[in-house]
């Protein structure tokens, strides 16, 4: 099938900042698109040629959609799976597969799937409610602290907490959710691997993310990762191992937490293009949105070596602002070399909302470190 300035579409569930990076390739190679958001102010709305209004999660709204396009895919995991199940029956390529999402939309099937597969992850057990959960602590077969993890209401950290007494148990939502023992983990590592559908694979080098200690939201990725090229060789060992089990065509982003040179867990993964790949856009051969392209219309890999080491740092909206943004200091982190913002066109900034990214470039990652945080410093993500 021949996407390059052709009527064939390329169908993209949501529309936001994942979405907005993958139409600059598509925009690129002349590839025609479609994109569905339920927001009307969507980052994607410019760029895209025909945008769709709509909920990502209701069966009719999705199945309409992608009815007419050609090969569908996803910027978000949220979507429903019923609809992409009765379109791939009818014929549309759908990547990632329908199946893949419905087993990574829930924690405790995506815990499952590691377990089915000998891929090594955190320890678990799952709940139908918190109340089983509160039993067994009553009884006192569990002890604190330990993970919570809701099964399906999280995403960037929301559905995730660390559970330390009777108090942290009383806050926590209601539904089906699993625990894990807390990992002592070194670093949190990311490799992304992207698969073509006769099964070709690649992979970028591992990333380590740095995590903001009050948000526990990423701050900064480093590419590469400062771990031992043993320690890099075995996580990705690990990441290939979780791509090939999914079956995954397109990339994915898999989250690891390093706890020694040799064990390594899988945390989760996402079928998309990622945070932890944002560098790509500037240090690397071929950026992600592009690989992914390149692998759900069945195209040649392209090479995944950087360029220059790199470092991503989130912009995410400052604390106690809320309101039209405005993106303070941005001529100043302009003036500095190898820096490159990229804002994501979200009119309303609240505390912590990722607002943008910039990617710093620099042959020599300590350099590159040493800017990004300067970009941090300088650069205010605040209301107007
Ligand atoms: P989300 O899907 O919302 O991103 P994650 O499962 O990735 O949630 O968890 C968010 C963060 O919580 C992780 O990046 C890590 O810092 C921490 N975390 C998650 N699971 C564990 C665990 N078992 N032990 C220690 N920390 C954990």
Redesign the pocket.
Known sequence: MNFFSTTKTLGILGGGQLGKMLLYSTRKWDIKTKVLDPSESAPCRLATDIFVQGDLTDFQTVYDFGKDVDVLTIEIEKVNVNALEKLQQEGVTVYPQPQILKTIQN?CLQKKFYQDNNIPS?S?EEFDSINALKEKVLKGDLSYPF?W?SAEM???????S?VRSNKELEELNPGHCLI??????KK?LSVIVCRRPQGEMVNYPVVE?E?HPIA?Q?EYVLCPARISTKAAKNAVEIALKTAEAYGQIGLLAV?L?LISDEEI?V??VAPRPHNSGHFTMEASYTCQFEQHLRAILDLPLGKTDSKTAGVMVNLVGADGYAGPVNYKNIDQILAIDGVIPHIYGKKETRPFRKMGHVTVINPELSIARRIAEKVKDILLVIAK
């Open positions: 924690k955190a678990f993970v993890k999280g995403y960037d950290g929301y559905g995730v660390i894990e023992e807390i990992v002592k983990f949190e993310s995590f526990n990423v989250e937490f867990l945390n989760e």
